[in-house]
């Protein structure tokens, strides 16, 4: 006789099967809307109103449920967060960033169990260290000695062909800038960003994911990985 286990393996490879699929091709669509928003609607039905871990991935992956327990996104589709946390993972994998690996993946853990303080602090160390470390992919002979990471993010700028674009006001010399304000958002007191709440850490991560994904993808262009 075949036990619980046995019998649920059938059914566990074929979930599998469906959210490869949905990961590999995030647009299908069944009557006009995205099999995923319709996949999250049933397993919000199938939650309960405890369930905080599961609303807090949902909010990550930017969904919320409105006071008439309507799924919406917070976000348009076209961001896809949840493909843009892939890829970043995927991304930083690829260069063996192994310090941005361990700050997100302790902010992704904070924020999973509602550490808001904790996870703002990680964000910005993830930030942070992702720029040191594509400057040391970028330029190996001057980063390493760069004393700070603003430093590091100037020689970032200043290659002869520069990776932090001034054109788009990504980089100046006054720090009146995208990457130093986004870095500004992030610590808004300093380096001891306080309690926060789940709004703003949510915000947070979201912005780090976004800005990642832009600059790790640059650099895999600048490398030659993409087309």
């Keep these: 006789m075949s036990s619980p286990k046995d019998r649920l393996a059938p059914s566990i490879n074929r979930l599998r099967q469906v959210f490869r699929h949905l990961k590999d091709n995030p647009d299908t669509k069944h009557d006009g809307r995205c099999l995923v928003d319709l996949f999250v609607e049933e397993a919000l039905r199938r939650s309960t109103p405890h369930d905080e871990a599961f609303f807090r991935a949902l909010r990550r992956d930017g969904f919320i449920r409105d006071e008439n327990g309507v799924l919406r996104r917070t976000l348009p589709e076209v961001l896809d967060l949840p493909a843009a946390d892939d890829e970043v993972h995927v991304l930083r994998d690829r260069y063996q960033f192994t310090t941005t690996k361990g700050h ?29 470390e594509i400057a040391v992919c970028l330029d190996p002979g001057n980063a390493p000695a760069a004393r700070t990471g603003e430093t590091r993010r100037q020689l970032l700028a200043n ?61 895999d262009a600048t490398l030659g990985r993409r087309p």
């Excluded at 602090?121 to 942070?128: A, C, G, V």
């Excluded at 980089?171 to 380096?191: A, E, I």
């Design 159 to 219: 290659l002869p062909a520069p990776f932090l674009n001034r054109d788009l006001n990504e980089w100046s010399d006054d720090g009146k800038n995208f990457v130093n304000c986004t870095f500004k958002r992030l610590h808004p007191q300093g380096s001891h960003p306080g309690l926060s709440h789940e709004e703003d850490s949510t915000f947070r991560l979201h912005l780090v994911l976004l800005t990642a994904r832009v600059f790790l993808r640059r650099l």
């Design 104 to 132: 997100l993946d302790q902010a992704i853990r904070a924020h999973s169990e509602g550490d808001w303080a904790a996870a703002n602090s990680q964000f910005r160390t993830f930030l942070e260290s992702l720029f040191d």
